[in-house]
């Protein structure tokens, strides 16, 4: 495979271009890339298509190799742990980076490349190919532009807008930092969006599900502006939003007359909901839900529900959208092998479990709940929500149910626990371990290489995203909204009775769970529901932190700290375990487990003293948004004076490097 490069100075703007490369697959047959002049590549649909599906990796999630995947991605958050606490919860620890971070325009650079050398030829017919075929690769790089740029917003808010290339030009670089407004970002998005939408088909060219469609566009249309929608209503009157008190935009003279296009921070929230719902409609309102037989597979059973998160080709599932194929012998993963164990030392938490409803739709906590306890694993799962007894494991079930003898890297038979262990591929961190993203067969194992698709987009989440915006922007529900929640629980196996599971529900009993909170302050029973149904049907697929970031969720931490725990392994279950194995002890450093004083449940936080996160989780408003490194400040300056430069930091962060936000 060939490829070229255009050179490109290193700035704060713009990296070297990376490779342009085509499909070893399907282009074989097409000259060199190194043999062709610039100027005639990207003539033909076959470069456009290629240009295209090379950018996915870079931008899209996909499950890499010796990790969880993207079924790891909800690690340090309420809903999953991981045994080492991030520094975004351990406030001064995290700190401004030198150089690098988030503020980087390498994906949009090969963006604005390809449309601004494209869309000319697209319009002067320049380009030979099936005309659908070009709009709908000129519409997956709207698409990718817009993604990265949604990836900008969530890290940073705040961020320059660049539609095109730039000469090396120090001056015109410096120029071009300015920061937009976070909402003028998103509206960005939204319009490149629409533009995807409108030049893609509804179906990919290839006529499969591994290259980005028109629902992707509106899915993701969605997801984006009930982000931004969302953001703006709960950091209302804070240095997070424009023109909020101490927003540091203000003091740049060219923010300093900002004016809302709506006229209002809430006619821009206004804004975002209705395209929210709009767009989430668009993609619900076509997108039939998997069947969920309630099946825990069997070799003659398939359940649809199930094997959608683990089948090697995901085509001919409804609700998947976008998804990405591996292949035994080019690609391979890892999740399958640490599906089998301990996921890779990602477990589930305490609050994560215990915010699944009964079947019959009440609380555990309620009367009559039927709720069986969790002394025993097996204890937890009965009587519960469908997709709780689904995909939690416990010792004793079946991990393989064919080819047993290829699988080198099998663990066939759930084992009670190794909450002992230290290395990620044997430990359990918290007891609670998931089977999402589970394959029972054993060729999966073979030699830690599994090839299971990856999925990428979900259509179910177009379902959420509506109800959520909905009740935002209306304060109840209308009849799409109850719809699509009805049918949601009902595929979940729990009593599609919502307003039984609202009436029921004790605000004052779900504080372990951080998306009943916002700024500080319990949510109503009704909107902490529609929270609750995000949480448990998107578990584990990456979008908790994010929602999180968005209700504006862990203030409470601010001045309480939080106590991630796991399964009760100061009850019965201690008994599955020598005393070597549950060594504890604060100031032992041969500890393996939490004390029984601290709480009878699992703290794989709070092991050890001498652990940074052994007092806890806390946060700070800082971290609501990233730091910029220093050298984008230096860079930019004017006689190293770093006040000077157009580019300024985010609430909270100082601009030096190595510096904790301000009053820590």
Known sequence: MSFFKYKIKNTLLIGAMAILAVSCNDYLDQAPLSAIAPEDYLTDESHLAAFAVRRYPDILPSHPNWNFGTFGTDGNTDNMAVPALDNKYIPGLWRVAAIEGDWGFNNIFQANYFLETVLPRYKNGSITGADNNIRHYIGEMYFLRAHEYFTKLQALGDFPIIRNTFPDNQEMLTAASVRQPRNEVARFIISDLDSAALMMQNTAPTGAKNRISKKVAQLLKSRVALYEGTWLKYFKGTAMVPNGPDWPGKAKAYNASYQFPSGSIDGEIEYFLTQAMASAKEVASTTALVNNTGIIQALTNENPYFTMFSAENMNSYSEVLLWRQYNRTLVTHNVPVNAMAGNYAVGLTRSMVESF??????????????????????????????????????????????????????????????????????KYSTGYTIRKGLTYDAAHAANGSGYTGSITFRGVEAYLNYIEACYEKNGTLDGDARTYWQQIRTRAGVNADFDKTIAATQMSKETADWGAYSANQLISPTLYNIRRERRNELMAEGLRYMDLKRWRAMDQMINTPYHVEGFKLWGPMKDWYTPAQLTFGATNNAAVVSDPALSQYLRPHQIRSNADSYKGSRWTMAHYLNPIAAQHFIITATGGDVTTSPIYQNPGWPLTAGAAPNGL
């Not at 007894?389 to 991990?399: A, D, I, T, V």
């Not at 699988?407 to 990620?424: C, F, K, R, V």
Request: proline fraction near 6%; hydrophobic fraction near 30%.
């Open 357 to 426: 409803l009964m079947s019959n739709g009440l609380p555990i906590y309620a009367a009559g709940s039927g709720y069986k306890g969790d002394d025993y694993l097996t204890d937890v799962r009965q009587g519960r929500d469908g997709r709780l007894n689904l995909f939690l494991k416990e010792p004793g079930q079946k991990n393989v149910l064919i080819n047993l003898a290829q699988g080198t890297h099998a663990t066939e038979i759930e084992p009670n626990p190794q909450i002992w262990e230290s290395s990620y591929e044997k």
